[in-house]
T-cell receptor, first 109, second 112 residues
């Protein structure tokens, strides 16, 4: 069965303390992996798309990487404004996405 | 551009009532979809549309209807509300040839 698992469920960091979020997947025919950021009370906001193992994308303090079984979202020197829930989703060989349950990140000053 | 808009932001229904959640986008995107988000569960696809006049079922379609008469609008109808439909509903749109979804702000629905 196709599945997307994110870990940890919640992460508390001190400002400046770098860390990584994990998204592992078991999907047949992966056609893309997506990262979104969701702030409380708002809709998800698109961050990155990764298509093949070894691919990396960067945006400010965030870097997303992809292997054949998982993706990491690395956060370097986070700031309080990086606090949000980060969602991972995969696309199979259809038009539909499967979302993980997210990692809730809190960054304290 | 307003992007993806949803109305209402909040709604309380009694069991058995019907209502329509509105979704509109002004980006001329071909693909639109409806998701529900529940605590401890990922976003789950309810229905989607690949263009005006074309709709299809997602993962959890029971109890919901959709139609797509224009590119801009994609309303979601609850036929007879049940407490199990208490959730936050998100509409999203995607430009053709891409899977980068643009989400609306959501509608928080409570069914009592």
């Amino acid at each position: 069965e196709d599945q997307v698992t994110q870990s940890p469920e919640a992460l508390r960091l001190q400002e400046g303390e770098s860390s990584s979020l994990n998204c592992s997947y078991t999907v047949s025919g992966l056609r893309g992996l997506f990262w979104y950021r969701q702030d409380p009370g708002k809709g998800p906001e698109f961050l990155f798309t990764l298509y093949s193992a070894g691919e990396e994308k960067e945006k400010e303090r965030l870097k997303a990487t992809l292997t054949k079984k998982e993706s990491f979202l690395h956060i370097t020197a986070p700031k309080p404004e990086d606090s949000a829930t980060y969602l991972c989703a995969v696309r199979r060989n259809t038009d539909k996405l499967i979302f993980g349950t997210g990692t809730r990140l809190q960054v304290f000053p | 551009n307003a992007g993806v808009t949803q109305t209402p932001k909040f709604q309380v229904l009694k069991t058995g009532q019907s209502m329509t959640l509105q979704c509109a986008q002004d980006m001329n995107h071909e693909y639109m979809s409806w998701y529900r988000q529940d605590p401890g569960m990922g976003l789950r696809l309810i229905h989607y549309s690949v263009g005006a006049g074309i709709t299809d079922q997602g993962e959890v379609p029971n109890g919901y209807n959709v139609s797509r008469s224009t590119t801009e609008d994609f309303p979601l109808r609850l036929l007879s509300a049940a407490p199990s439909q208490t959730s936050v509903y998100f509409c999203a749109s995607t430009p053709g040839g891409s899977y980068e979804q643009y989400f609306g702000p959501g509608t928080r629905l409570t069914v009592t």
